[in-house]
């Protein structure tokens, strides 16, 4: 009795869950899928499959068209054009400062020239000044000289005459010595004045 019932269940097994049965139809399905596309090869060599990718294609080629068209060529263009703007600022600015220097150096070598030429009149009067000074002082000092040598012919002129005076009556003694000595009188001074006179 125990063996029959342990027999009977084995007679009736259980049945399987649909859950299962559905996961093994979509296993064998996907199975099948893949043996035929395994069989088609690939779809870019299909010819049926050709104008939907010509299709994707062309949308995404007018889409960077416009992407390009719309967001990055003006974006580039406007980098473009900011950089040439600055490269015309930067040579705009260039010039001006070389204008200025060259103006600035004009300027510098128009003072330098006026600078010169002060200098050449500050030293030609200097050097008429010190002339005509020096002029007054020779003629200063030639004056001095010429009184001095005045003064020196009147003092020779007043010793000579002091000198002749002093001779006539140093030839006077001699001449009444030389007479009293040869006559044995004297001679009066009259006598000697009329000798010499004649």
């Known amino acids: 009795m125990q063996t029959e019932d342990h027999a ?23 199975t099948a899928a893949a ?35 719309f967001f990055a060529a ?19 600015e260039a010039r001006r400062l070389k204008d200025e220097a060259d103006a600035q150096a004009q300027a510098a070598a128009a003072e330098a ?36 040598g005045a003064e020196a012919e009147a003092r020779i002129a007043k010793a000579r005459e002091a000198a002749m005076t002093n ?3 140093i030839a006077s003694d001699t001449a009444k010595a030389i007479v009293e000595k040869l006559t044995g009188k004297a001679a009066t001074a009259a006598e000697l004045s009329a000798a010499a006179k004649g």
């Not at 009977?8 to 299962?20: I, Q, S, T, V, Y």
């Open 8 to 30: 009977a269940p084995a007679d009736h097994a259980a049945p399987a869950a649909p859950g299962h049965e559905a996961g093994a139809a979509g296993a064998h399905e996907g």
């Open 35 to 69: 043996g035929e596309h395994a069989e088609g090869g690939l779809p870019q060599f299909d010819f049926a499959q050709w104008p939907g990718q010509i299709l994707w294609f062309l949308i995404i080629f007018f889409g960077l068209m416009l992407f390009v068209r």
């Open 74 to 92: 003006p974006k580039v263009g406007g980098t473009i054009e900011a950089r040439e703007g600055k490269i015309a600022g930067d040579i705009a």
């Open 113 to 148: 020239a006026q600078a010169r030429a002060a200098a050449q009149k500050v030293g030609a009067e200097a050097r008429a000044k010190a002339q005509a000074e020096l002029a007054a002082r020779l003629a200063e000092e030639e004056a001095k000289l010429a009184a001095t």
């Open 167 to 169: 001779v006539s009556g």
